[in-house]
């Protein structure tokens, strides 16, 4: 049969459901409110050491040739032939041009027949002269005669003297038809053709020869760097390595030239109008991959910086100020940002005047996930000095762990 109860009992059932229906929803609130522990975060950390820095400047610089001739006639005639191929290396002495030879050939022959024909005189002057010698001890001939017999004798040698020189210049000219290559080199487009004529001396080069192997390139730098490399060498903040200084250069692809180079001179005046001076230097060629008018930039080794701190560019960044700032870790393993004195770029790096000290741990990354004052794990890493990325083996090992990385509860 069925139980009945009465409604006072009714009333206690539903409120003690509803309490237990409260007491269960609270303990669901407490545990849902309840988040997993979260894990520390981890950054990836490169230990700063002091060491002498090789000190160099980047500069712009135009590539000039370290012989240039250019090549004219130094006599007038037709031109016979040219006897070269346009863009070619030529050695001092090949044949470039032959002028057209018959005038000079003939000058030759003619200054030849006026050499011999005073050659003939002297003999005679000189027999002459030995008889009157005799002569003048008898008094058998005036003291006139005399001198006019020594007299006739010195003529005649001047005229063959005389004749001798023209036989030379003669001889000059005429080879002066051969037109040679004064230098070795490369030569440039013959600016005139077969059958052209040219004048002694001409303004217009028949053609232009440099040599490219070894070959000059031209630094312009700026007087005031010029004065804060004098005040580093003489406060002892730089070395000099040696007379002969490296250099090397860079291409305008962005690659760097096979060959280094040595510098050989500065002016030893500053240009009043740009307050700039130029350097010298000197590079092997053999390839012939550097051409003049070409411009690159000069890479020049200034000297060496002791006990020098360099900070990996990816750890620095910069504050509202533009000043250069880098977060650390600390011996406690909380992250400190701080403030750095920046010299100039090394490679990859900066060169840190102040802000650093031996042994500090500087982030180079996930140093974005992380605030000052946050406990972290830094992970000690190397990073490649051609290309200023972290090296793959010690990257895996030491990505930085954030709310992301946390492991995800299951339902």
Known sequence: MPITTSPTARRLLLSGAALLGLGLAGCNSEKAAAPPPQPQAQVS???????????????????????????????????????????????????????????????????????????????????????????????????QDNDDANAALAQAQADVASAKASVDTARINLAFTRVTAPISGRVDRSTLTPGALVTANQTTALTTIRQLHPIN??????????????????????????????????????????????????EANIDETTGTFTVRAEFPNPDRLLLPGMFVRAVIQEGIAENSFLVP?????????????????????KVEERVLVTARSVGNNWLVDQGVKDGERVIVEGAQLVRAGQTV???????????????????????????????????
Not at 230 to 241: C, D, H, P, V
């Open 45 to 143: 950390v490169v230990v700063l050491r002091p060491k002498p820095v090789a000190i160099s400047a980047e500069l712009p610089g135009r590539v000039a040739a370290s012989l240039v001739a250019e090549v004219r006639p130094q006599v007038g005639g037709l031109i016979k032939s040219r006897l070269f191929r346009e863009g070619s290396e030529v050695k001092a002495g090949d044949l470039l041009y032959e002028i057209d030879p018959a005038t000079y050939q003939a000058a030759l022959d003619s200054a030849v027949a006026s050499l011999a024909r005073a050659e003939a005189s002297v003999p005679n002057a000189q027999a002459k002269v030995d008889r009157y010698r005799d002569l003048i001890r008898q008094n058998a001939i005036s003291k």
């Open 217 to 266: 390139v031209d630094v312009i730098q700026s007087s005031t760097n010029l004065l804060k490399f004098r005040s580093a060498i003489a406060e002892g903040r730089l070395k000099l390595s040696g007379p002969n200084v490296a250099v090397k250069l860079k291409l305008d692809t962005g690659t760097e030239y096979a060959q280094s180079g040595k510098l050989e001179f500065a």
């Open 313 to 333: 560019q990816r750890a620095v960044g910069r504050n509202t100020k533009g000043e250069a700032t880098a977060k650390f870790v600390g011996a406690d393993g």
């Open 377 to 411: 794990t830094g992970n000690e890493v190397t990073i490649d000095e051609a290309s200023g990325e972290l090296k793959a083996a010690n990257r895996q090992a030491a990505l930085p762990a954030g709310p992301t990385a946390a492991p995800t509860a299951k339902n």
